[in-house]
């Protein structure tokens, strides 16, 4: 995998991911983009009330880079919460390729600390896209610590494949710590910003 920040497409598995930035020589927390560092709830809702039942339609307006510029809000819990992790921080996104460019400029103003991003490069499920990011990153030595997610398909997908992280499941009430298939007691709840 590249040290050296370039923005290279590469094989992560069976399935393309395009990678950018630095993988750090130490322990890694894995982040999901939207919902969880990015609220994209007006973004999400814009598409719905557009596109109604038309999924290609409603992918196209969910997925559009300016959209996500105009609509998009931060979510200063899990901004900070992310930044005081003492790990590399590997962003694992499900946004295509084409939103690069939108989202270093979403993490640029946000300020939000991270090493690498992972974008993807097809259409695989993101469960299946995610864990196969994370094999090449255990494949290459990383020791992954931590996961936050907002899917819980993503957290079960990866449970077996690093059981000892932790696993954190984000929701637009705040965040809970995951582990066995399901929610453990412990949960904190956070504003979105408005």
């Not at 497409?9 to 993988?23: D, E, I, N, P, Q």
């Not at 992310?82 to 103003?109: F, H």
Request: net charge negative.
């Amino acid at each position: 995998m590249s040290q050296s920040g370039e923005r290279i497409t590469l094989k992560c598995g069976s399935v393309a991911c395009v990678f950018l930035g630095r993988v750090p020589e130490s322990l890694l927390a894995i982040v999901d983009l939207d919902g969880v560092i990015v609220d994209p709830s007006r973004r999400l809702a814009m598409a719905r009330e557009e596109c109604g039942d038309d999924r290609a339609c409603f992918w196209n307006k969910f997925l559009d880079p300016e959209a996500a510029l105009k609509l998009d809000k931060p979510n200063p819990a899990a901004i900070e919460y992310v930044s005081g992790l003492p790990y590399g921080i590997v962003i694992v996104t499900g946004r295509p390729e084409n939103m690069l460019e939108a989202t270093l400029k979403q993490l640029d103003d946000y300020g939000v600390r991270y090493d690498a991003i992972f974008f993807r490069a097809d259409y695989t499920p993101a469960h299946k896209y995610k864990r196969a990011v994370v094999e090449r990153l255990v494949e290459e030595g990383a020791e992954i610590v931590e996961v936050h997610d907002d899917n819980e398909k993503v957290l079960e997908e990866l449970r077996n494949l690093i059981p000892s992280a932790r696993l954190v499941l984000w929701t637009g009430s705040g965040y809970t710590f995951y582990n066995y298939g399901s929610a453990q007691s412990r949960t904190r709840a956070i504003r979105w910003s408005v």
